[in-house]
């Protein structure tokens, strides 16, 4: 089977940097992707909201460089998470984060004094069990 996705989008937070008991960086943000879909005669926009992960030495450069309202490009894999609270199924959907490309400029810097890139090797998600988001 085939499961890979590519989107840019805008940063809705700021990243969020922790480690995994064996010490694995992981690194959490959303990302705000727009789009335009015509309804009869007009166009209407369409906002969808992104969570991405980061794992690996790909995670550490992403919480130093992104912030809120940067745009980014990232490629990865969709999957589903499901978790029980207060007895109730929950899921969510989420990207695994393969490659992160930054793009603009950072505080109006010239591209030439812009952080250097996420590195675009892939680095698996640990096997042990992550805290869940609620």
Known sequence: MFNKVIFVGNLTRDP????SAQGTPICNFALAVNSRVKQATEWKEEVLFIDIVVFGKQAEPCSQYLSKGRPALVEGRLRERRWEKDGQQRSKFEVLAQSVRFLGSPGGKRQSEAPPQA???YMPPPDEAIDEPF
């Open 16 to 19: 969020e940097l922790r480690y």
């Open 119 to 121: 590195d675009d090797s």
